[in-house]
């Protein structure tokens, strides 16, 4: 079945270093979503990139949609506190069902 | 407008026992699905339903497992005869069309199995 595969699992960086998770679809998919989770909070939905080649930016977060619409990529430039958490990427199957990747989890070195 | 309701937010249950699971979505959602996490792990999708109508549980456990969602109410996730491996963070989703378009969650109900 339709797969998303998200890396790394975890990522370690010192306040006000850079932060990229990537995410691969197995199949193309109509779009993709990206959520980010606090610690003991729940998903928030944070972004939806449809066309091909996008590029979307969120103040500090850059979002990219691949040519293939396969691959997408999350980068946080500068991270601060507030961006502790786990990202996760989404996007519908044939059935339009959400299939997850397994998550990013920022986590900023003390 | 309420975002997403899910009650309880913590629940305790002994290993035997039932576990009831509500979730209202927002106004104006008719679609829900439901999600677990375990500590540390990623979101597995459960179920999905219209109002009246599971309308995908694949990723439902085939036993002691149900989801329904009423014409009137919040819907429902019913875990019966637990067990320990059932202890998890639950979250309730919901969206106004299908699920092509954002989901906007619940704040989870903490379920932990004695």
């Known amino acids: 079945g339709q797969q998303v595969m998200q890396i790394p699992q975890y990522q370690h960086v010192q306040e006000g270093e850079d932060f990229t998770t990537y995410c691969n679809s197995s199949t193309t998919l109509s779009n993709i979503q990206w959520y980010k989770q606090r610690p003991g909070g729940h998903p928030v939905f944070l972004i939806q990139?449809?066309?091909s080649g996008e590029v979307k930016k969120q103040k500090r977060l850059t979002f990219q949609f691949g040519e293939a619409k396969k691959n997408s990529s999350l980068h946080i430039t500068a991270t601060q506190t507030t961006d502790v958490g786990t990202y996760f990427c989404a996007g519908p199957d044939s059935n339009y069902q959400l299939i997850w990747g397994a998550g990013t989890k920022l986590i900023i070195k003390p | 407008n309420a975002g997403v309701m899910q009650n309880p937010r913590h629940l305790v249950r002994r290993r035997g026992q039932e576990a009831r699971l509500r979730c209202s979505p927002m106004k104006g959602h008719s679609h829900v699905y439901w999600y677990r996490q375990l500590p540390e792990e990623g979101l597995k999708f459960m179920v999905y339903l219209q109002k009246e109508n599971i309308i995908d549980e694949s990723g439902m456990p085939k036993e002691r497992f149900s989801a329904e969602f009423p014409k009137e109410g919040p819907s429902i996730l019913r875990i019966q005869q637990v067990v320990r491996g059932d202890s998890a963070a639950y979250f309730c989703?919901?969206?106004?069309?299908?699920?092509?378009?954002?989901?906007?969650f619940g704040p989870g109900t903490r379920l932990t199995v004695l």
């Open positions: 990139l449809v066309k």
């Open positions: 989703a919901s969206s106004p069309l299908s699920g092509i378009n954002e989901q906007f």
